[in-house]
């Protein structure tokens, strides 16, 4: 499959995701059976990930998505990511972040320090995807559903330039 002027070739089937996330939902919903969890999905990449593992939790939980915004900052050269999107406190709250994939684990690093930072009682990650680089550097990620290699994948949210967030097979470069 061509997307803009790269090939991609089908790597995880929508039936093994599908699968995958069942499990995983079931594990969260067994750690977190006497805690109400607040999910936070960490957009745009999570969206239909997030979605089909919240259809398969069934015990009272919150959801509130949040984004990394990045800007230019004062200095020509540096760029200040933050998080935006949860105004209310996460005083006394558990945390599960919600993220499509982690690649070298920064993104997921800034978050959690950033939540924890506001009070948050604890802070889990579930990561639909995670490459090699972050298991090189023991990235903290309590769920993974799937093990990478250091590969660019598209599809079930993942973008490339925008485009085939909205497949529902993840694909990978060739
Ligand atoms: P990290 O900070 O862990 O290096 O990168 C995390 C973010 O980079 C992910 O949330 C995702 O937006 C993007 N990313 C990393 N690897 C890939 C990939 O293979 N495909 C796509 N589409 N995005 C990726």
Do not use: W
């Not at 089937?13 to 919903?29: F, P, V």
């Not at 999107?85 to 320090?113: A, P, R, W, Y």
């Not at 490459?131 to 990235?139: G, L, T």
């Amino acid at each position: 499959m061509k997307v803009k002027d790269l090939e991609f070739k089908k790597l995880i089937t929508a039936e093994r995701i599908e699968k995958k996330i069942a499990s995983l939902g079931h594990q969260i919903e067994k750690d977190y059976q006497d805690k109400v969890p607040l999910f936070l999905p960490v957009l745009n990449g999570s969206f239909m990930f997030a979605a089909d593992l919240m259809k398969v939790i069934t015990i009272p939980c919150r959801i509130s998505f949040v984004k990394i915004s990045s800007y230019a900052g004062t200095v020509s050269t540096g760029q200040l990511k933050t998080l935006i999107g949860h105004d209310e406190s996460l005083f006394g709250l558990d945390v599960v972040i919600i993220e499509d994939i982690v690649d070298t684990g920064l993104t997921l690093q800034k978050i959690m320090d950033e939540l924890k930072g506001l009070g948050a009682r604890s802070v889990e990650t579930v990561a639909l995807l995670r490459k090699s680089p972050a298991r090189e550097k023991n990235i903290e990620v309590k769920y993974v559903g799937f093990e990478l290699e250091d590969e660019f994948v598209l599809g079930y949210g993942l973008d490339y330039d925008g485009l085939g967030r909205n497949l529902k097979d993840i694909y990978r470069k060739v």
